[in-house]
């Protein structure tokens, strides 16, 4: 057997879901005998089987890839209860499988894989999927790309309806339909205070939890996931700021993006032009745009 | 410390592992460390508070730069953005040599995150040294790899782990992190002696040392990096340490981390063996190591 043969025979197995019992699966999901396999590969010693070397391997690989995405999603699993939660983590896995160097990318599917397996997160989907967004963009600000920031001055020194404005990288928009910032924080706060508390206080705190998530009402809320000293901040915003800042990541002119956020706006006309001012001030005074390279027409 | 050209040249003393809940310890207190060890993987971002953090780190102690995903024993490719990324943060942290596993964690694009055991064969170490030579290459620093704890072993094996590691580094021309954590923990799940490995490593490749505590099951030892390193590791460090000479070395502690004082005194305790204990003894440590470079020299040139 060749090395390339070799490695993909034992990281199958290793890929495995374990079993209820978290060992690992006699057979594979495919049906084939696992001792078979890793009998022919693994030395047996005097205290372990072929199977039960391996399966160190195959349970170091779940316990190390389940807990990487139970601390980047704490709120997910408020959502949708632990032992969903559980369920949902393996099927991820098992349907995406990391694909990156670095477990910090180990949930940059989840997104999409979610709103296509709506099973996996019963009757709180659209709150599970508004979660996992929001985990996603903290992670994404956490450590993405700043660039040198353009100051208020620089700005109201090139400002007219043709200029383009950047976006730090860094900076993620959201528009969610639950207010599911609050709960993170909330499940954040929680998880701190729960490190140092008896288990009867935990209870009482999941109790709560569980609570706060059947009482949380849709309610559309326009989100900018940033940081301020590295550390990231989750920033409500009205519609039409989003509706701007939107229009200017997709690299839109600064005419038309005040356009755009204004079509179906329920702001009184007379107070567009300060609204817009105290906006742009605010956002340049914590740093949200750099330069965006020209742009030159073709004649 | 031995300066040779897998640690460019340099002698550094004792570090530790450079953990988030030291950070806050490390920036108020500003203790005195002789280099800290970073893990490559959590410092290749674009930006944010893990650049902000090394940076503050490079400004005032010695990095050198730790990998756990490059995989130079997968037989499929190197990943060239993980190269990319990784190049970025050599010239970043200006580290003097760089440091992964000899293992495999991946096939066809899908990580295991886990530090897989090579099958000792010559097909793999050709593949590999072929691997370590590209990256080399890349990203212009003096590479060693690292001998991993292991629980499986692979019928195919067709030379010892010792053999393999020595074919290995010979081939690419590398360097040797020794890890006699690693060695010990295989050793007791394969039954094999310790010293023997110890005494057949390529002595004059070794630019590193690596130390760490272990957790011992019913059936086999997990290497878990969660205490100190028990009596025996210390003893095995100790012999590494006469066989080598004074060697630049890191205590690992990844999980359960107590605080930074508790972590760099246990660490601090490998100076008892790298200080020689007499001028004759320290005389003694130069000839070996005088001795072997000449013989490894001389073999290098057919005589």
């Known amino acids: ?299 | 410390m031995p300066a040779n050209r897998f640690n460019g040249y340099s002698e550094y003393g004792v570090g530790i592992g450079l953990r988030i809940p030291h950070y806050h310890h490390i920036f108020e207190k500003k203790p005195v460390v002789d280099w800290f060890e970073i893990i490559s993987e959590n410092f290749m971002v674009d930006g944010g508070r893990p650049l902000y953090v090394l940076d503050q780190i490079l400004d005032r102690y010695r990095v050198v730069q730790h990998g756990v995903s490059m995989y130079f024993g997968s037989a499929e490719a190197l990943n060239r953005e993980h190269l990319r990324r990784l190049k970025t943060l050599v010239k970043r942290t200006k580290t003097p040599w760089l440091t992964d596993h000899l293992c495999w964690g991946s096939v066809d694009g899908r990580y295991s995150h886990d530090l897989l055991p090579m099958p000792y064969t010559l097909e793999a170490a050709r593949k590999t040294a072929q691997k370590i030579r590209e990256a080399r290459d890349f990203l212009e620093v003096p590479i060693c790899v690292e001998n991993v704890s292991s629980y499986a072993e692979f019928h195919v094996s067709e030379m010892t782990e010792w053999e393999f590691l020595t074919e290995v580094v010979e081939e690419a021309d590398c360097g040797i992190l020794l890890d006699v954590n690693n060695i010990y923990v295989s050793s007791r799940n394969h039954s094999f002696d310790p010293l023997q490995y110890l005494n057949n490593v390529p002595q004059e490749r070794v630019a590193q040392i690596h130390i760490a505590g272990h957790s011992k099951f019913k059936k086999y030892i997990l290497d878990t990096h969660d205490h100190a390193p028990i009596d025996p590791v210390w003893k095995l460090y100790g012999r590494a340490i006469e066989l080598l000479g004074p060697t630049a070395t890191l205590l690992e502690w990844d999980d359960l981390i107590p605080s930074f004082d508790e972590v760099h005194h246990e660490a601090l305790k490998a100076r008892k063996f790298l200080q020689p204990k007499s001028p004759v003894q320290s005389a003694a440590a130069s000839v070996n190591q005088f001795a072997k470079s000449g013989a490894y020299m001389a073999e290098k040139a057919g005589i």
Request: hydrophobic residues 40%; aromatic residues 10%.
């Open chain 1, 1 to 299: 057997m060749g090395l390339e043969q070799l490695q993909r025979a034992v990281l199958e197995v290793i890929q495995q879901p374990l079993t209820d019992s978290e060992g690992m699966r006699k057979r594979t999901l495919d049906g084939k005998p696992v001792k078979k396999i890793v009998d022919a590969i693994i030395k047996p010693n005097e205290r372990l089987t072929s199977f039960e070397r391996l399966e160190i391997y195959n349970r170091v690989y779940w316990f190390r890839l389940l807990s990487s995405l139970a601390d980047d999603y704490p709120g997910l699993r408020a959502v949708i209860g632990q032992r969903n939660f559980d369920k949902l983590l393996v099927a991820y896995l098992r349907d995406c499988p990391s694909e990156s160097f670095t477990l910090r990318n180990l949930g940059s599917r989840l997104e999409p894989w979610l709103r296509d397996h709506p099973e996996f997160a019963p009757r709180r989907h659209p709150i599970a999927m508004d979660m996992v967004r929001l985990e996603w963009a903290d992670i994404e600000a956490f450590d993405g790309k700043a660039e040198p920031a353009l100051r208020p001055e620089d700005l109201s020194a090139g400002a007219g309806p043709d200029l383009r404005l950047k976006l730090q990288p860094y900076i993620q928009l959201l528009d969610l339909r639950y207010p599911v910032d609050d709960l993170l924080l909330g499940v954040r706060k929680d998880d701190e205070d729960t490190e140092f508390a008896s288990n009867v206080f935990q209870e009482r705190r999941k109790h709560k939890r569980v609570q706060a998530v059947a009482k949380l009402k849709p309610a559309e809320i326009y989100l900018v996931v940033h940081r301020v000293d590295y550390t990231v901040y989750f920033r409500r915003i009205d519609r039409e700021e989003f509706l701007i800042l939107s229009a200017l990541r997709q690299g839109k002119p600064l005419g038309k993006a005040i356009e755009i956020a204004f079509r179906k706006s329920s702001i009184a006309r007379q107070e567009r032009a300060s609204s817009v001012q105290a906006w742009f001030q605010h956002w340049a005074a914590l740093g949200w745009f750099c330069r965006a390279e020209k742009k030159t027409k073709n004649h």
